[in-house]
């Protein structure tokens, strides 16, 4: 189910706040929990059902591993030490998602490398199963390192499937959720946290609906039509899919934060005005926060970190970064996405390490640029369509200018510079430079949502902002799209 | 101060909350019931204020509500909104006769079956039937049109539902409301120059040619409507194969013009040649139209502009990338009619 469907909003959620807080009211605080569960579940299988055994099994296997880790590090007699328990249970899950996620990419690639003549297997990507997989792992690490304990296997099915955070994330950890569960604070409506989840909820809606939806329109169209796009075109195209990106993901996480903290949960947050960054690790501290620290926390440290020396620690840093392209998609767009980026930032270490420093605004033109192509990388179908919309950009397929120009410049038409429609390519229209415009000054100049959330306050101002931005929301709903990260 | 306490000074959240919803329902109730009883998109086949002209006008309810008015007519024109520029006065000329255009938008089989079957049940069946088939028309990813579905009298199939997420949504649309406002408007205040899109034999008014074409300017435009329309033709409908299904609906057509001894005259509606072009660069879509072919040139009066370069490779025939002019219709009219081909 998704969060901007009419089904979501007007039926699943209010009945699922109801009768939770009701079965709280009655004491019942174990069928509450319950009632969540059955309600994640069934909000994960609205997509498709044949996929619950399998999310169910992942958290019973999970459960299991993880409740024996914790016994092991209890009880210290044993045949089979905790690490070989985690060990066993981490290769299980990167199976499980090696399947479902790359088995088609290393059967492709086993083809084109030894000649091998194996049939792809078309397998169908579960819904979330990136997220419940990481969550899970870092469950594992976890319990290993005795930070969690969870026995009641209630309580674990509540913490991976929490419906608002189990398809895109924020991926958790069990200590910073399960306790606000079992809070007797957290029983109890809120109408504080009702508000500020509705404020949240909408905002998040908002950026979904309205912007990232209009953005995708011609990010959609350049990148299906990249060898005929102009300089202009294969700007806006990537400028398009740049914001488009950010306010889907941005506006799920919001969604995901606003109904979380209905239910009295405070979810960790994942973005922070990412394009505001000067550098690139500035970046990766304010995008999707969770992946980074569960990267840095599972993968970055335990290789070693920069304990190690500087060619260690560039090396991990490259390797993080890595993974980090692979865990998105099974394709070589996105490891070669993440060689840039793990690129960058093993250059932006020894930057620093050099002593060296850089003007502000130079730092932001750079950085942001930098990501800005880096997305064409992670968005193209493959490296020709990447190569076209680059080669557009720099300049190479020549430029076209509106026809209203052609006074300014004409002396230059049919040399350099080029008169006609301008837009043709991606369905944009002369808006599509205002829209463009209003992104950047939405990304750069206004507060982030998380920023409007800690001065919320329950006023007429925000009242009437807030039925402004949901009704616009729900009236454009009808042209109903997906979230990006529920691919990845 | 006055202005700050009221729109700055914070309420209790309770109150905040009680305020919010109670307003969206309100809100959103009103909204829901005049898009509703308007119903711009003649989605729910009631009209209340006997409004003629809609915003989004259904062809299939505008002219089944004009039909029902008229007489039996001898020849009848079926199609999509390709055919709507076969003028019925010519088909009267050369075949003799009274004619109506029963061209409905994005027509697919099922609607030149149910409207058939329409005729039939109403005892109206004409002498001589011409259908424009096109190329879309029997491919098993393309749906029938909702309007077909939502339509009592012609939907002939065992479901009408129409998906939920695409119907209720249309009645809080943003588009929905707007439309909406413009129907009311041109209802109440009728704008004296504003034609009525068909005419009374069912012509589609806005094909005549009448007004002054810049070829740079359509041909700017119908690039855009052919990449446009692209992902609807590849992508998201591919078209690899054409359906039996449609293909059973059709021998159905030939039992009933069989039955009641209606000539029948097909023809597939031309292509413009960048379409064209677009289509037969696509090894699927090249095959499925070959198959098309394939099967049509057993009926006795088919007629194909496919092959027909003559006519097709001259864009002054086209009004864009779908529809064919009022002249290039006579021309059309003249191949299916005075010269079928098997």
């Known amino acids: 189910m998704l969060f901007n469907s009419y089904e979501f909003i007007f039926l699943f959620l209010p009945v699922t706040f109801f009768v939770y807080f009701w079965l709280n009211k009655k004491r019942l605080t174990q069928a509450s929990k319950a009632w969540l569960v059955f309600a994640s579940l069934f909000f994960y299988s609205w997509w498709n059902i044949i996929y619950l055994p399998l999310i169910l099994g992942s958290i019973l296997f999970n459960f299991a591993v993880g409740s024996t880790i914790s016994k092991m590090n209890i009880v210290q007699k044993k045949r089979i030490s905790p690490k070989v328990m985690l060990a066993f249970g981490i290769v299980s899950n990167i199976l499980l998602l090696g399947y479902f996620k790359y088995m088609d990419f290393f059967i492709a690639n086993t083809n084109m490398l030894i000649g091998t003549q194996w049939d792809l297997m078309h397998i169908i990507l579960p819904l979330g199963i990136s997220f419940f997989t990481f969550t899970q792992i870092a469950y594992l690490v976890d319990a290993y390192r005795n930070e969690v304990k969870e026995m009641d296997y209630l309580n674990y099915t509540l913490f991976v499937t929490f419906f608002p955070h189990l398809l895109a994330g924020p991926i958790l950890h069990h200590k910073e959720m399960m306790p606000q569960f079992d809070s007797i604070k957290s029983k109890a409506i809120n109408y504080r946290n009702i508000a500020a989840g509705l404020f949240l909820f909408s905002i998040g809606l908002f950026k979904k609906v309205v912007i990232a939806d209009t953005f995708a329109q011609w990010a959609n169209a350049g990148f299906e039509t990249t060898q005929a796009l102009n300089l202009i075109e294969a700007w806006a195209t990537s400028l398009s899919y740049t914001f488009q990106l950010y306010f889907d993901f941005s506006g799920y996480t919001d969604m995901a934060l606003g109904v979380a903290l209905m239910f009295n949960i405070r979810l960790p947050i994942n973005f922070n005005s990412p394009y505001k960054a000067r550098n690139i690790q500035d970046f990766w501290r304010r995008w999707h926060i969770t992946l980074s620290r569960f990267l840095r926390d599972y993968i970055y440290i335990p290789l070693g970190g920069n304990r190690n020396g500087e060619f260690k620690t560039y090396a991990n840093l490259f390797t993080v970064f890595l993974v980090g392209g692979l865990w998105h998609g099974a394709s070589w767009m996105f490891i070669i996405w993440g060689a840039l980026h793990g690129t960058a930032i093993v250059l932006h270490r020894a930057w620093q390490q050099m002593g060296l420093k850089m003007n502000s605004i130079l730092a932001w033109f750079i950085t942001f640029n930098f990501i800005n192509i880096t997305w064409i990388f992670f968005r193209a179908k493959d490296w020709d369509a990447a190569k076209n919309i680059l080669s557009a950009m720099s300049g190479i397929n020549g430029i076209l200018l509106p026809e209203k120009y052609a006074k300014y410049f004409g002396d230059f038409n049919n040399t350099l510079i080029q008169f006609g429609s301008v837009y043709e390519h991606i369905n944009g229209k002369a808006q599509t430079t205002v829209y463009i415009i209003l992104g950047f000054i939405m990304v750069l100049t206004l507060k982030n949502s998380m920023q409007l959330w800690d001065s919320f306050k329950p006023t007429r101002l925000n009242l009437v902002f807030t039925i402004a931005i949901f009704l616009t929301a729900v009236s454009m709903m009808s042209r109903v799209s997906e979230f990006l990260y529920f691919n990845f | ?342």
Not at chain 2, 173 to 179: G, H, V, Y
Request: with cysteine; glycine share 4%.
């Open chain 2, 1 to 342: 101060m006055n202005f700050y306490i009221l729109i700055f000074n914070p309420q209790s959240p309770k109150a905040w909350i009680r305020r919010g919803i109670i307003s969206l329902i309100v809100i959103i109730s009103v909204l829901f019931s005049f898009n509703y009883i308007i119903d711009p998109y003649n989605m729910t086949n009631y009209n209340l204020f006997n409004i003629q002209y809609k915003f989004a006008r259904d062809d299939r309810t505008e002219k089944l509500n004009y039909f029902k008015n008229l007489s039996r007519f001898d020849n009848i024109i079926i199609g999509s909104s390709r055919v709507y520029s076969i003028n019925p006065r010519k088909v009267s000329e050369l075949i003799g006769g009274t004619t109506y255009n029963f061209g409905v938008g994005t027509a697919t089989v099922e609607d030149h079956l149910g409207i058939l079957l329409y005729l039939e049940k109403q005892n109206k069946l004409p002498k001589n039937l011409i259908i424009g088939i096109d190329f879309y028309t029997f491919n098993p990813n393309v749906p029938p049109n909702s309007y077909f579905l939502n339509n009592k009298e012609l939907n002939f199939l065992s479901y009408s539902t129409y998906n939920v997420n695409e119907y209720w949504p249309k009645f809080l649309s943003f588009d929905a409301t707007r439309a909406s406002a413009k129907t009311l408007k041109n209802h109440l205040f009728p704008n004296p120059n504003e034609k009525p899109r068909f005419d009374s034999l069912g012509w589609g008014l806005s094909y005549m040619d009448n007004h002054l074409r810049n070829m740079e300017e359509e041909k700017r435009l119908t690039l855009q409507e052919i990449h446009q329309n692209k992902p609807m033709l590849y992508s998201n409908y591919q078209y690899t194969h054409i359906d039996i299904k449609r293909i059973h609906y059709y021998q159905q057509i030939q039992n009933l013009c069989q039955k009641h001894r209606i000539k029948l005259y097909v023809f597939t509606t031309p292509l413009h040649p960048w379409l064209f072009k677009e289509l037969d660069s696509h090894t699927s879509t090249q095959n499925a139209m070959q198959e098309l072919t394939k099967y049509f040139s057993t009926f006795e009066n088919f007629t194909n502009f496919y092959n027909d370069s003559e006519f097709t490779n001259n864009i002054y025939n086209f009004n864009g990338a779908t529809h064919t002019t009022a002249k290039a219709g006579d021309l059309i009219l003249k191949k299916v009619l005075e010269k079928p081909k098997p």
